[in-house]
C-alpha cells in the first residue's frame, strides 16, 4: 500500500471473485505507524465493502496495539494476536494489551475475552513456552499494578487520587506497594496495613529510613521482612530474638552435591546444622531451614536471609517463635 497501492486493489479484486472468506491484512514487517494503517485500513474497506478482513500486525517499532486499535477503528472484523506477544523478532501484537485497550477505548466494539483470566494464562503461557516476558509488560507484568513512587501510594491511600480504569482488580491482581530505595512513608503504611501493624509517625521514620539503605545496597525487600526489619530496627522484644550467623562452611565438588555447615547462635545457645543442595545457596537455606524446624521457629523473610548468605558472617537476623498450633 505504500509504494504500491494499484498492486493491492489488483490482487483483492482477483480475491473478490473466488470463495475465500476472510482476507488477512498483513504488517509482515511491523513498518506501519498508526496513521497509515488507519488510512490503508479504511480505502481497502470502503473500496471492498463486502469482504471480511482481518489485520495482522508486528511490533518492530513496539506499534502494533496501537495499530490494531486503529485496525478495529477502520472496520477491520478480526484480529491476529498472540499471548504476550509471542512471535518472531519483536513479536506480535499482544492480546492482553488490545484487550484492556479495546474495552478502555473502543466501547462499541464487544469482545467475549475474560480479562480476569488474563494473567494467569499469560503465566501459564510463560511457563510452558519458555518465552518470558518483562517484569514492566503492561497488563501482565510483574511490576505494572506495583507503587513504587510514594507520591502513588498516598494517593492510593486518599480514595484513589491517582484513580485510572487499568485496575489490577480487572485482571484478577492486587495492587502491590515496593519497598526499597524509593519507598515513602505511604508505601511502607500501606504494607504495615496488609500485616496489621500500626507504628507511631517517629517509629516509621526509622523504618522507612532503614528499608531504603537496603534499597541502596540493592537488596530486596517484601512484605514478609517488615517485622523482622522492625525488630531490628527498634531493637523490639515483642517481635522475636535475635539469631547470629556464628559461623558456616560452604563445599563445592566436580562430582558431589554442594553442601554446607552452618552454626547459628540464639540467646539460649548454639545450634548447628549440615545440608546439601543444588547449589550452595540452595544448601545454605537447607541448612537454615532444617534447625529453623528444629526449633519450631518460623522462618525470616527471603532479603535478609539473602543477606546472610551474601555478607555471611555476623549478619542478625529475627525470627518470631510460632504459638502451638500455627
Given amino acids: ?30 513498518i506501519l505507524i498508526p496513521s ?3 488510512k490503508y485500513l479504511t480505502e481497502i474497506i470502503e473500496r471492498y465493502p463486502t469482504l471480511h478482513f482481518d489485520f495482522h500486525g508486528h511490533n518492530d517499532y513496539d506499534l502494533s496495539v496501537a ?6 477503528k477502520a472496520g477491520v472484523k478480526g484480529l491476529h494476536l498472540t499471548i504476550n506477544g509471542m512471535g518472531e523478532r519483536a513479536g506480535n501484537t499482544p492480546l492482553e494489551s488490545v484487550v484492556a485497550v479495546l474495552n478502555d477505548f473502543q466501547k462499541d466494539v464487544k469482545i467475549s475475552v475474560n480479562e480476569k483470566a488474563l494473567y494467569k494464562v499469560s503465566r501459564l503461557v510463560e511457563a510452558f513456552s519458555g518465552f518470558r516476558i518483562s517484569a514492566n509488560k503492561p497488563v501482565v507484568g510483574e511490576n505494572v499494578f506495583t507503587q513504587t513512587a510514594g507520591i502513588h501510594a498516598d494517593g492510593d491511600k486518599k480514595k484513589n487520587l491517582y484513580y485510572n480504569d487499568l485496575m489490577p482488580e480487572r485482571f484478577g491482581r492486587k495492587r502491590k506497594y515496593a519497598l ?15 500485616l496489621g501493624i500500626q507504628l507511631s509517625d517517629e517509629d516509621l521514620k526509622i523504618v522507612t529510613q532503614r528499608i531504603i539503605e537496603l534499597g541502596d545496597k540493592k537488596e530486596t525487600v517484601t512484605q514478609d521482612d517488615l517485622p523482622y526489619i522492625i525488630s531490628d530496627v527498634l531493637d523490639s522484644h515483642t517481635i522475636g530474638e535475635k539469631v547470629t550467623v556464628e559461623d558456616y ?15 547459628l547462635k540464639f540467646e539460649d545457645g548454639v545450634v548447628e546444622e549440615h545440608a546439601s543442595g543444588d547449589g550452595q545457596y540452595d544448601a ?20 535478609i536471609i539473602l543477606c546472610a548468605f551474601r555478607q555471611a558472617v555476623k549478619r542478625t537476623l529475627f525470627v518470631k517463635r510460632l504459638l502451638p498450633g500455627n
Avoid at 67 to 72: G, I, K, R, T
Avoid at 185 to 190: L, P, R, V
Fill in 1 to 30: 500500500m505504500r509504494f504500491s497501492k494499484d498492486y493491492v486493489f489488483q490482487y483483492i479484486d482477483f480475491l473478490a471473485t473466488q470463495p475465500v472468506k476472510r482476507v488477512l491484512l498483513p504488517d509482515t514487517l511491523g
Fill in 36 to 38: 497509515e494503517a488507519s
Fill in 67 to 72: 495499530n490494531a486499535l486503529e485496525a478495529v
Fill in 180 to 194: 526499597g530505595k524509593t519507598s515513602g512513608k505511604a508505601n511502607i503504611e500501606n504494607n504495615l496495613t496488609q
Fill in 249 to 263: 562452611v560452604l563445599t563445592h565438588s566436580k562430582s558431589m552435591r554442594p553442601s554446607t555447615t552452618v552454626r
Fill in 284 to 303: 545454605f537455606m537447607n541448612a537454615l531451614t532444617r534447625i529453623y524446624s528444629k526449633r519450631n521457629y518460623h522462618f525470616p523473610g527471603f532479603a
